[in-house]
């Protein structure tokens, strides 16, 4: 392994670990207390699935690991963007904390299968944003056109324009549900909303900047649910 393919490992499961962390505290935390097996078992499905997503592309396409690794508002280079993200960001973190107050003052009451449910939603859009990146090379993190980038119509993209976000849908439905909070999902909709108008962004962006993707709009007609819209 050469020394930029080691570096590139490094950041990449440094910033899983981050993350993990991250969410570790969010759920811990608030709650005040580490005695929450939803959490736990959340923490696993979540921080397995992207272990597992992650060791197959830095082996099979180690670029799109390097493109993910740039993301946030300040990668951003659109101004709407900054604050999409920003506001998303925001509304990421709320379910997490919610969920968190919710067991510590027992607001909810969510039956087991339904939490479990919630754990195989997140594996499961985790397993469609897999199947997206593999699909596509050019699935960066921020909003840009690449270098060679081309419209990818095959896959996932056959039926809808934007699936990695439709796994993101699952993902995080599935996340409060998982956690055993009927309140969080309140954020999760707030989160949809800001994934939405990114996406309508996305679209403009990518009609003006990326050859052919008028006519892919033409031809693939749905965004997120086939069908549907």
């Known amino acids: 392994m050469d020394e930029s393919m080691k570096n590139l490992t490094t950041q990449a499961f440094v910033g899983l670990v981050q993350l993990v962390v991250l969410l570790a505290v969010l759920l811990f935390l608030p709650a ?3 005695n929450y097996w939803k959490a736990w078992v959340f923490l696993l499905v979540f921080g397995v699935s992207v272990f597992l997503i992650t ?8 670029e799109l690991i390097q493109s993910r690794l740039k993301v946030g508002p300040v990668a951003e280079q659109q101004t709407s963007q900054k604050v999409i993200q920003a506001l998303a960001s925001i509304f990421f ?4 904390v919610t969920a968190s107050l919710d067991h510590r003052f027992g607001w909810s009451s969510v039956p087991t299968w339904i939490v479990l449910l919630g754990d195989v939603l997140v594996a499961l859009g985790l397993y469609v944003v897999f199947l997206v990146f593999r699909e ?3 699935t960066s993190a921020t909003i840009e056109v690449q270098d060679e980038q081309k419209v990818i119509s095959t896959g996932p993209y056959a039926l ?5 976000y439709s796994g993101a849908f699952i993902m995080l439905l599935g996340i409060p ?12 909709f707030l989160l949809f909303a ?9 679209e403009k962006f990518l009609s003006k900047n990326l ?3 008028t006519n892919y709009r033409q031809k693939v007609r749905y965004r997120l649910i086939p069908y549907i819209w």
């Open 160 to 164: 809808i324009r934007h699936p990695m």
């Open 177 to 188: 549900l998982a956690l055993g909070s009927w309140w969080a999902i309140i954020f999760v």
């Open 55 to 62: 060791v197959y592309f830095l082996r099979k396409d180690p």
């Open 211 to 213: 050859s052919g993707y």
């Open 136 to 138: 596509n090379t050019f």
């Open 32 to 34: 005040w207390s580490i």
């Open 93 to 96: 973190i709320l379910p997490f």
């Open 194 to 202: 800001a994934i939405v108008w990114r996406l309508l962004e996305e």
